[in-house]
C-alpha cells in the first residue's frame, strides 16, 4: 500500500470549506467546549474520540436536541458492550424528524419517484399529518412502547410515515422488501413477533408488476402475534379480508403525539445478511441513532434545508433507514422505487437529475456498471445541482473515482463511504473540508475512535490490519433481539479483542489520515505472509471486459498449501480461451503482485450475493471446505441459491 502524497483527485475550494457545517461547529465548539479552534479536521477528530462527553454534548447542542427530561451525564458506563448514553433523557425520534413542519410547512420533505422518473412531492405538512392520524390509529389498536411494528413495503412514502408514526408511540419499526421471499421475511419477522404489519399487494420492478399477495397471505398465516394488517394498493387491487385500508388510518388531521422514551428505548430492528444461522436481530436506540445520524448527515454529509437527499437503497437495508433520517437535518429526502437500470443503465442519474438531487449516494457496483456500460452522466444529464456522489456497498475502485470525475464532472466531491447495519451508518467517509485521494476514504467520522490492528491488538498505520473500534458510539446496537445474556451479540464483535469492536474487515489507515477499505477479514486471501483484500483482486480482474463479475476464494489445505480460485461470470460472447486466462493472470501479476495469482481460474454461471447485493465469499469458503450447504449459509439471505450448487458439486468432485 504506498501512502506517498499524490495529488488528490479533488480539492474543496475555500468558500466550500467556510460555508460547511462542520467548519462552523469547529469553531462553535472550541468557544463553547473547548474543541480544538485550529488543525483543521484532524485536530477536531482526535478532540471527539478523546473527549467523548464533551463532544456528544456538543453535537446535542449543536443541532438542539430536545430532551424532555435531562440527563445526568452524557456517558455513564463507557464499556463495550453495554455502554450507557445519556442516562436520564427522554426525547422522540420522530419529533425530530418532522421538526422542519413548523417552519417550512409547504415545502416537500419527500419526493416519490416510480420508474416513470416524475417526482411526486409530500409536504412536510402533509407528512405530519399523515404521521398524526396513523399514529393515533396505531394506538386505538392497542399499540404500546415496545411493540413491534412491520413493513413488507418498497420505498414509498407509507413507508416513511409509518415508521415515523411507530418511533411516534415509542413502538419498534422492523422492515424488508417486498422482493424478499416469504421464509426470508419470516426468518426476521417471525424472531420479533410484530403486532401490526403494513404491506403492499405487490411492486413494480423493472416495468413489470409483481404480485405478493399469496407471500402477504403466508406471512399473516405464519405470524401469530399479529393483530392487525394494513393494506395499501399499490396495484390497486382490494384489501383482503380482515386487513385494513392505509387511506382509512391516514384521512384524520390529527397532531401527532410524540411518545417520550428513555434514549436508550428501541427504534428499530435491522438485520445482518446473517450468511449462517438466523440474521442476527439487531436493535438501535431512539436516541443512539438520532445524535449519530444528526452528526453523519448534518456534519459529514453537510445535508441542510436547501438540500434533496437521493440514495438509492430498498426497505430492506439499513441505507433506507439512514435515507429517511435525512429529514433530521430538514433536507428533503428522495425515494425511488424502482429498478437500478430500468429503462436503461443511466436510471439513477435521470432521477437526480430531475429530483435536483444535491447529494446522490448509489452502490460502487453501479458506478462500475455505469463505466462499462459507457454511460456519460455528465454529458447526458444536468447534474449541476449534484454537489456529491457517495458509494457504499462495497470498496469503490480507483477506476471508479477516475470515472466519477471524469464522466460527472471534474469539480465533484466523491464519498466513498464505510460503516454497516450493525451501527447503522459510517466508520469513515464523507469529509466536506478534506481533499479526495483515488482509492480512499476520506477520513474516520467524528466520535469514532478507528484503527487499524495486527492479531496481537498493536495499532497499524499504512499497513492492512483489522477494522477496530476502540470507544463506544451512540448507534452500536442496545441488544440483538432473543439474545438474552448478549453471548451472539458480544461473539460478534468482541471476542477477538475484549472490549473493542472488531468489525471483520481489513483496512489501512494511512499516515495522512485516509483510509483504504480492502474487503471481509474472514475472507481475506493470504498467500506466503502477504494479506490481500479480495476487493483488490476484483478491482483489477474486472476491469477486463471479458469479465462479467467474479469472486475470488482462499482456503488453506490440510497439508499446509494454500488453494486460491478465481471464480468468473463472463459477459455474453466471451470465452475462457488460453488468451482471456493469460490476460487475467497478466493483470493480476502487473497490477497487485505475482504471489496473488488463481491457483485456478473457473467459469461459473453467476455470482451468489446476499439479498442487499455484497458477493457471498465465506459461505462459498465453507461450502468448499465440505461444509453442507444447510450448515455453510443460510438460504434465505442468499438472491439466488441455485447458484450455491455449482461450489457444492465442486466440492465433492475435489473430495
Request: charged residues 20%; negative net charge; glycine residues 8%.
Amino acid at each position: 500500500m504506498s501512502t506517498v502524497n499524490p495529488q488528490p483527485l479533488w480539492q474543496p475550494d475555500p468558500q466550500r470549506i467556510v460555508r460547511s457545517q462542520i467548519t462552523r461547529f469547529q469553531a462553535w465548539a472550541a468557544e463553547h467546549h473547548d474543541a480544538p479552534a485550529d488543525g483543521g479536521y484532524a485536530a477536531l477528530h482526535r478532540w471527539s474520540v478523546d473527549e467523548l462527553e464533551p463532544f456528544w454534548e456538543a453535537v446535542t447542542q449543536w443541532f438542539d436536541v430536545r430532551f424532555s427530561t435531562p440527563y445526568t451525564r452524557v456517558l455513564g458506563d463507557r464499556s463495550m458492550p453495554g455502554a450507557d448514553w445519556f442516562p436520564g433523557a427522554t426525547l422522540n425520534y420522530a419529533e425530530h424528524a418532522l421538526r422542519a413542519a413548523e417552519t417550512r410547512a409547504d415545502e416537500p420533505a419527500l419526493l416519490y419517484v416510480d420508474e416513470t422518473h416524475e417526482p411526486a412531492p409530500v409536504t412536510w405538512s402533509e407528512l405530519r399529518r399523515q404521521v398524526g392520524s396513523l399514529a393515533a390509529e396505531l394506538r386505538a389498536l392497542g399499540v404500546r412502547p415496545g411493540d413491534r411494528v412491520s413493513g413488507y413495503l418498497p420505498n414509498l412514502p407509507q413507508a416513511v410515515v409509518a415508521l415515523l408514526a411507530t418511533a411516534a408511540v415509542g413502538a419498534v419499526w422492523t422492515s424488508c422488501a417486498p422482493d424478499f421471499g416469504a421464509r426470508s421475511v419470516l426468518d426476521r419477522f417471525q424472531q420479533v413477533e410484530p403486532v401490526v404489519l403494513f404491506t403492499v399487494d405487490g411492486y413494480r420492478y423493472g416495468g413489470k408488476e409483481h404480485d405478493r399477495r399469496e407471500t402477504v397471505t403466508e406471512l399473516r398465516r405464519e405470524l401469530p402475534s399479529l393483530r392487525a394488517v394494513v393494506h395499501i394498493p399499490l396495484l390497486g387491487t382490494e384489501a383482503p379480508e380482515g386487513a385494513l385500508e392505509w387511506d382509512a388510518l391516514t384521512r384524520a388531521n390529527t397532531e401527532p403525539v410524540f411518545e417520550q422514551v428513555p434514549f436508550a428505548h428501541p427504534l428499530w430492528v435491522l438485520y445482518s445478511s446473517g450468511t449462517t444461522g438466523l440474521p442476527k436481530a439487531i436493535v438501535q436506540s431512539q436516541g443512539g441513532i438520532l445524535v449519530e445520524h444528526l452528526k453523519q448527515l448534518g456534519l459529514h454529509c453537510d445535508l441542510g434545508p436547501e438540500d434533496r437527499f437521493f440514495w438509492y437503497t430498498s426497505t430492506g437495508w439499513m441505507m433506507w433507514n439512514f435515507l429517511v433520517s435525512g429529514l433530521l437535518t430538514g433536507t428533503t429526502v428522495v425515494l425511488y422505487d424502482g429498478s437500478p437500470g430500468y429503462p436503461d443503465t443511466g436510471a439513477q442519474w435521470r432521477v437526480a437529475e430531475r429530483t435536483g438531487a444535491t447529494f446522490y449516494g448509489t452502490s460502487a457496483a453501479y458506478v462500475m456498471a455505469c463505466r462499462k456500460a459507457e454511460v456519460h452522466p455528465g454529458r447526458d444529464f444536468d447534474l449541476s445541482k449534484v454537489q456529491c456522489v457517495a458509494t457504499t456497498g462495497s470498496p469503490l475502485p480507483p477506476d471508479g473515482f477516475r470515472w466519477l470525475h471524469d464522466e460527472v464532472r471534474e469539480d465533484l466531491w466523491i464519498a466513498s463511504v464505510s460503516g454497516g447495519t450493525d451501527v447503522c451508518s459510517c466508520f469513515a467517509g464523507a469529509v466536506p473540508t478534506l481533499p479526495v485521494h483515488i482509492g480512499e476514504l476520506q477520513a474516520p467520522s467524528l466520535g469514532t475512535d478507528l484503527q487499524s490492528w495486527d492479531p496481537s491488538g498493536t495499532p497499524l498505520i499504512d499497513e492492512v490490519g483489522e477494522l477496530v473500534v476502540t470507544n463506544p458510539m451512540p448507534s452500536m446496537p442496545i441488544h440483538f433481539w432473543n439474545d438474552p445474556d448478549g453471548s451472539r451479540y458480544h461473539d460478534s464483535y468482541f471476542d477477538t479483542y475484549p472490549g473493542v469492536w472488531r468489525h471483520g474487515d481489513w483496512i489501512t489507515l494511512t499516515s495522512r489520515g485516509s483510509v483504504v477499505i480492502h474487503g471481509r477479514s474472514d475472507s481475506t486471501l493470504n498467500r506466503q505472509g502477504v494479506r490481500m483484500g479480495s476487493a483488490d483482486i476484483y478491482e483489477a480482474v474486472e476491469r477486463l471486459p471479458d469479465i462479467k463479475e467474479s469472486l475470488v476464494i482462499g482456503i488453506e489445505q490440510p497439508d499446509g498449501g494454500y488453494w486460491m480460485p478465481l471464480f468468473v461470470q463472463l459477459a455474453p460472447g466471451a470465452v475462457l480461451d488460453q488468451a482471456l486466462l493469460d490476460r487475467i493472470k497478466q493483470t493480476i501479476r502487473q497490477n497487485l503482485s505475482p504471489r496473488h495469482i488463481p491457483d485456478e481460474v473457473i467459469e461459473v454461471p453467476g455470482i451468489p450475493h446476499t439479498l442487499t447485493g455484497k458477493r457471498i465469499e465465506v459461505p462459498v469458503k465453507r461450502l468448499l471446505q465440505g461444509t453442507p450447504l444447510e450448515k455453510a449459509v443460510n438460504p434465505g439471505s442468499i438472491d439466488n441459491l441455485d447458484l450455491l450448487h455449482f461450489y457444492e458439486d465442486l466440492a465433492r468432485k475435489r473430495a
